[in-house]
């Protein structure tokens, strides 16, 4: 089985291992290929223009195109990426944008007022996700806008799943001004 298969398989089962609710839906299991050509055909169909990348001048001054190497580490190590990328390709078909900053990188899907994203960044070593609530909720690593994950926890599958599992179920809609 493969390093991506097997994260496939953790994310599907994790929610239910940890008594929570499953996300709805299942990933579709695409290929790479069949990913690619399935965007395509929604591009064609929606006649869009929308580039799959962040343009220049929408970026923040502080983004970068590449993450620094202690940022790079902590994304790697978590997995981060690769889950992201199948969440993009299997859930939202490659419509999804990302873009890398030096000290995190970001997802963004939707358009106009349905902008979500999903906002990793790497903080004195911990991984630090942006949540869509401003209260702290029941976790221990909640900041009340952030969950600061320290390396014991973002090495673990199973919490970085629930993480993204959560952010998922609850993406952060973007304000107008971003």
Same mark, same amino acid.
């Given at each position: 089985?493969?390093?991506?298969? #097997? ?5 599907? =089962? ?8 499953? *996300? !709805?839906?299942? &990933?579709? @299991? ?58 993009? #390709? ?5 419509? =999804? ?8 990188? *970001? !997802?963004?899907? &939707?358009? @106009? ?66």
């Amino acid at each position: 089985m493969s390093d991506n298969d #097997r994260l496939a398989n953790d994310a599907r =089962g994790n929610g239910r291992r940890l008594g929570k609710s499953p *996300i !709805l839906g299942q &990933g579709h @299991g695409l290929s790479d290929e069949e990913g690619e050509m399935i965007q395509q055909m929604i591009r064609e169909e929606q006649h869009s223009a929308r580039a799959l990348h962040i343009p220049a001048q929408d970026l923040s001054s502080e983004a970068t195109t590449q993450m620094s190497a202690e940022t790079a580490q902590v994304i790697e190590d978590s997995r981060l990426g690769r889950i992201l990328y199948m969440f993009n #390709r299997d859930y939202l078909y490659g419509q =999804g944008r990302f873009d890398e900053y030096q000290g995190g990188l *970001i !997802l963004k899907w &939707g358009d @106009g007022y349905s902008r979500m994203h999903i906002w990793a960044s790497v903080e004195d070593g911990n991984l630090v996700f942006e949540t869509s609530h401003f209260k702290k909720c029941d976790k221990p690593y909640c900041t009340g806008t952030h969950h600061i994950l320290n390396r014991e926890l973002y090495t673990n599958l199973d919490v970085v799943n629930q993480e993204l599992a959560d952010l998922f179920r609850r993406p952060v809609q973007e304000r107008s001004e971003d």
